[in-house]
């Protein structure tokens, strides 16, 4: 691997991590102003928001500018969302800001790795990023809870500037201070990535062309046979496990009557479960077999439904590693099918900002659903029945569509796996 491929992970992960760790922060800033457990929910389709809303804008944008300043100039801005959760904006209102970074951040930190690397190391790299995003997940979420936790708040607290006073008062205000120290970290890595071959594409004038743009290659990408398999699968797994970062930390509240942050490391268990599938796909499948994990996706939606009877630490923890490890087997292979296909069809950026878009608007849609659900009165294992049905049955009918396609458009499937075989076995 390429010596800036390192760089990029340093900035990645550091970044990752605090946004991670910003989540339980807001999480417990909300319950702790006594705001209703709609509005905790409704911090994950924030998030989302932006993602959605400026899709067609921040593939572009990535591959206007040079990707190492797009990530310093996306860190900039959730910087500032930390300091608004700070100085009183409303907790949703800073965490959609921050989700702002994060939807420029995204685009540039995937292109840049097909700029740097060969097709042949893009699943390496691939099984990289998202095993470390998922160590930042994992870590982010734990380092949350502790910062706010019994043993590291008050410390953090006591340390006082005279003449300076900061209004930091609480332990989630504590902690978002120290992730702003986070942020500042990856800038810093963010400045040393190198500039890439790559010529820089310019971002267009008229804002109506770059939705249409961004429309078509939408519409190409679902409408090829390997594409749009790959990304509904791809779609539906963020989706899910954006939103049961959240569910965990609910279940973990009714099932084991656990706090804040004794319930971040349950969702660092999960986290876990998935590094390690990825780790294992990504040394075990090969491109062009990517389409075989389908079955694991049902798999996962049935064991979802498994966590309305786990009442015990000593079983849940297990069965979480396992509920995690098939869905880093199955994301894997999977983004990195539609990768393949993305940068084939229109180029990395734009087809990030495409699938950035498609997952963070499952994200939004399944985050706001559970939202309106709570605040209809269902409860934790009302929600995780409903997600495990909807993962289950939606994974069902991607293979059936899969099978479809290689029964009816025998020809064309063979063709684009045959692409994938030649680009893996060729660099």
Request: charged share 10%; aromatic share 8%; proline share 5%.
């Amino acid at each position: 691997m390429k010596k800036g491929f390192f760089t990029i992970m340093a900035a990645q992960f550091f970044s990752s991590l605090a946004d991670n760790a910003l989540f339980v922060a807001a999480v417990e800033l909300l319950r702790s102003e006594g705001a209703p457990e709609w509005q905790r929910a409704a911090l994950v389709p924030m998030f989302a928001l932006f993602y959605v809303l400026l899709a067609p804008f921040v593939g572009a944008f990535a591959d206007a500018w040079p990707k190492g300043k797009v990530m310093f100039i996306s860190n900039s801005i959730k910087v500032v969302g930390c300091l608004m959760m700070l100085f009183g904006s409303h907790p949703l209102m800073a965490y959609a800001v921050v989700g702002l970074g994060a939807a420029a951040y995204s685009p540039a930190k995937y292109g840049i790795l097909t700029e740097l690397l060969p097709p042949s190391q893009l699943v390496k790299a691939n099984g990289w990023i998202e095993g470390l995003t998922i160590a930042s997940i994992i870590l982010g979420v734990v380092l949350g809870g502790q910062l706010m936790g019994p043993l590291v708040a008050p410390h953090l607290l006591a340390l006082d500037f005279p003449a300076l006073s900061t209004g930091v008062d609480t332990p989630p205000e504590a902690a978002i201070v120290t992730l702003v120290l986070l942020y500042v970290i990856a800038a810093g890595f963010n400045l040393r990535i190198p500039r890439t071959s790559t010529p820089l594409q310019p971002f267009g004038d008229n804002p109506f062309e770059l939705v249409r743009d961004f429309a078509g290659c939408n519409r190409r990408l679902w409408q090829d046979k390997l594409g749009q398999i790959s990304l509904a699968t791809t779609t539906l797994f963020w989706g899910v496990s954006g939103n049961l970062r959240y569910i965990v930390l609910a279940w973990a509240a009714v099932a084991l009557g656990y706090d804040t942050t004794k319930a971040s490391s349950l969702v660092g268990v999960v986290a876990i479960g998935t590094a390690v599938g990825a780790v294992v796909a990504s040394v075990r499948m090969r491109l062009d077999q990517a389409t075989s994990v389908i079955p694991l996706g049902v798999a996962m939606g049935v064991l979802v439904l498994g966590m309305n009877v786990l009442r015990d630490l000593v079983i849940a923890v297990p069965f979480l590693v396992l509920l995690g490890g098939l869905g880093g087997f199955l994301v894997v292979p999977m983004n990195a099918l539609l990768q393949h296909r993305g940068h084939n069809l229109m180029g990395a950026g734009r087809s990030i900002a495409v699938q950035n878009f498609n997952e963070q608007a499952c994200i939004l849609l399944l985050g706001l659903g559970y939202s309106a659900l709570t605040t209809s009165g269902l409860s934790a294992y009302g929600a995780i029945t409903a997600f495990g049905l909807v993962v289950a049955g939606v994974m069902f009918l991607i293979g059936r569509w899969h099978k479809h396609n290689t029964v009816h458009h025998r020809e064309e499937v063979d063709h684009l796996l045959a692409i994938a075989r030649s680009d893996a076995h060729h660099h």
